[in-house]
């Protein structure tokens, strides 16, 4: 392959799209594009080798936050664990009930 010009096209992962597009190389280093531009919508950013940044959420984090949830409370960390169907039929009946009910008009500043 050969090396890279100035305004030539490559792939790579555009921050802001959020997908591997079309860039031109805005800027070389060592044979090396040091900055490219997305033709889609043209923000600047570093040449990632067409690789997506790692995912904000840290597995560890998670670990330590369920094992605190567990020490606050062991009984429910298990039944959410084991019945997650059932809370979401228990979460469709208060909806109902509450389009059974009759509705208040507000209260407010209006033409008497």
């Known amino acids: 392959m050969r090396e890279p010009r100035l305004g030539d096209v490559i792939d790579d992962f555009c921050v802001r799209c959020k997908r591997v597009m079309n860039h031109n190389v805005v800027s070389v280093i060592n044979n090396e ?3 490219v531009r ?14 997506a940044p ?21 009984e ?19 909806a109902a009930d509450a389009e059974e009910a009759p509705k208040e008009k507000a209260k407010g500043k209006g033409k008497k």
């Open 38 to 51: 997305c033709r889609t919508c043209h923000s600047d950013h570093d040449f990632r080798h067409e690789q």
């Open 76 to 94: 429910a960390a298990e039944a959410s664990a084991e019945v997650p169907a059932e809370s979401a039929a228990a979460a469709d009946a208060p």
């Open 33 to 35: 594009p040091a900055k």
């Open 54 to 74: 790692p995912p904000k959420v840290d597995p560890r984090k998670q670990a330590l936050f369920d094992e605190v949830l567990k020490k606050v409370n062991p």
